[in-house]
């Protein structure tokens, strides 16, 4: 898997938009780019994923760069709720079953 | 309904002591995983079965076995269990490879 690097630590204000950045520098083309997030305590939780175009559900929205060497995950309206560690993992989608993570960005909205 | 879920939430034991950890999903499912997380929060895998195939071990000592009944249940058993096996454990599953992991609540052990 490319390797993934996201800043440790960032601070969001409730009701703004959170964007959290992701370097993946020596992604393959055909390697896909994941975010889950662990909320404290609880499980990870799948988020959004995307190749080339930009990805957007009801969680999140996935921006990918043209080059495809970095991606931003922008969370619309942050709210105290949205608080946890978000990870970038990079990864092929067809017949890779390991899903790595790494030390993420731990994003606390405050109020 | 609880899509993954993991019996029992904590687990509190002495060393050398042998512990099951138990996990079943109800989302139909093929793969299911079983990840450790230790006191520093890093996520790893540790096996990985699909369609009750084990594909993925990683470097794991032998004292761990996990057992897959069905693709439904992937259990966890430890035997002679020591104080660096504690940690959050967390048992997943996907449909194939593709799309997203669904994770369940966690087991937190504690060897004493």
């Known amino acids: 898997d490319a390797k993934t690097t996201q800043p440790p630590s960032m601070d969001c204000a409730e009701g703004r938009a959170a964007n959290l950045p992701c370097n993946h520098s020596?992604?393959?083309?055909?390697?896909?780019v994941y975010w889950y997030r662990q909320i404290h305590s609880q499980g990870p939780q799948y988020i959004i994923h995307?190749?080339?175009n930009n990805e957007t559900n009801e969680m999140a929205s996935l921006i990918i760069t043209e080059d495809r060497k970095s991606s931003t995950l922008i969370l619309p309206h942050a709210t105290l709720r949205d608080t946890a560690v978000y990870y970038c993992?990079?990864?092929?989608?067809?017949?890779?079953?390991?899903?790595?993570f790494g030390a993420g960005t731990t994003v606390t909205v405050r109020a | 309904d609880t899509a993954v879920s993991q019996t029992p939430k904590y687990l509190v034991t002495q060393m050398g002591n042998d512990k099951s950890i138990k996990c079943e999903q109800n989302?139909?499912?093929?793969?299911m995983y079983w990840y450790k997380q230790d006191s520093k929060k890093f996520l790893k895998i540790m096996f990985s079965?699909?369609?009750?195939?084990?594909?993925i071990n990683e470097t794991v000592p032998n004292r761990f076995s996990p057992k897959s009944p069905d693709k439904a249940h992937l259990n966890l058993h430890i035997n002679s269990l020591e104080l660096g096996d504690s940690a959050v454990y967390f048992c997943?599953?996907?449909?194939?490879?593709?799309?997203?992991?669904?994770f369940g609540s966690g087991t937190r052990l504690t060897v004493v």
């Open positions: 020596t992604i393959s083309g055909n390697e896909y």
């Open positions: 997943a599953s996907s449909q194939g490879a593709t799309y997203g992991y669904t």
């Open positions: 993992i990079v990864r092929f989608r067809s017949n890779d079953y390991k899903l790595s």
């Open positions: 989302l139909g499912h093929d793969t």
């Open positions: 995307g190749l080339k």
């Open positions: 079965y699909n369609n009750k195939e084990l594909i």
